[in-house]
């Protein structure tokens, strides 16, 4: 058997972290921050146990990750949502209602994520939390910000304060009048946007669009014509940990 293009190799290694982000969300939303271990993260994943900690340095910054990956692609699918518009006033409405949602249908998740936050850590800078910033950005850029480096911050910043409302236990702000005061503060018209729809409660929700997971041809010469290798493959040996 010949050996593997470093190509088929860099898919393979995109696949395994894909997995393990997506096996993150999955077990935190269903059963907690504590109550999950790297271990059945990577069980769930069908990853090696020692591939976590090569690609996170534990398991809250891989939940952040995860949920960062989440947040961005719930937030692409909703601007691109039919009818497609360029008007900025509708992406923004778009955008709050997107985050709302999450922290609507997937409470647990989100309260774990925010409690992350606040760790010595902070902000994870990773893949997924600098397309989340860029989405926003331009989101911002289209409403018509004249001063987007000031702008953005103040919209994640009045986004992060509606989710902890939203979410504090005992005294949550009903999702609705979060809604209203941000729509009020941008302007925007009630008529505006998504508003935040209930998931559906039976079973383990389908999570894998937002993951890309799926088999699909490995790319550049010498991969072969068949599909890539299936979701239990592992990479060969990895290169180093690049600079952060």
């Known amino acids: 058997m ?3 293009s470093a190509s088929v190799n860099e898919e393979l290694r995109r ?5 393990l982000l997506q096996a993150a969300v999955e077990l ?5 921050f504590e109550a999950t271990t790297l271990g059945a993260i990577a069980d769930r994943a069908g990853s090696a146990r020692g591939l976590v900690s090569y690609y996170f340095p534990g398991k809250r910054q891989l939940l952040q990750s995860a949920v960062h990956r989440l947040m961005h692609r719930t937030l692409e699918e909703a601007l691109e949502h039919e009818p497609h518009t360029e008007d900025g006033r509708e992406r923004l409405a778009r955008a709050i209602d997107a985050i709302l949602g999450l922290a609507h249908n997937r409470p647990v998740l989100m309260r774990q994520h925010m409690a992350g936050l606040l760790q010595g850590e902070g902000f994870v800078q990773c893949p997924e939390q600098r397309r989340l910033s860029e989405l926003l950005g331009d989101t911002v850029a289209r ?4 001063h987007v480096e000031t702008d953005y911050p ?3 910043a009045v986004l992060m304060g509606a989710v902890y409302a939203a979410l504090v236990p005992g005294v949550p702000m009903p999702i609705a009048a979060l809604r209203a005061e941000l729509f009020e503060r941008y302007g925007l018209d009630r008529e505006l946007g998504l508003p935040p729809q209930a998931a559906p409660a039976a079973g383990r929700q389908d999570l894998s669009r937002f993951f890309a997971t799926g088999d699909r041809p490995a790319p550049g010469p010498g991969a072969g014509s068949g599909p890539g290798p299936g979701p239990g493959s592992e990479p060969g040996p990895e290169p180093g940990p690049e600079p952060g």
């Open 28 to 32: 935190v939303d269903e059963h907690g």
């Open 154 to 156: 103040m919209l994640r």
């Open 2 to 4: 010949s050996p593997r």
């Open 143 to 146: 409403y018509g910000s004249q």
């Open 15 to 19: 696949r395994s972290r894909e997995r």
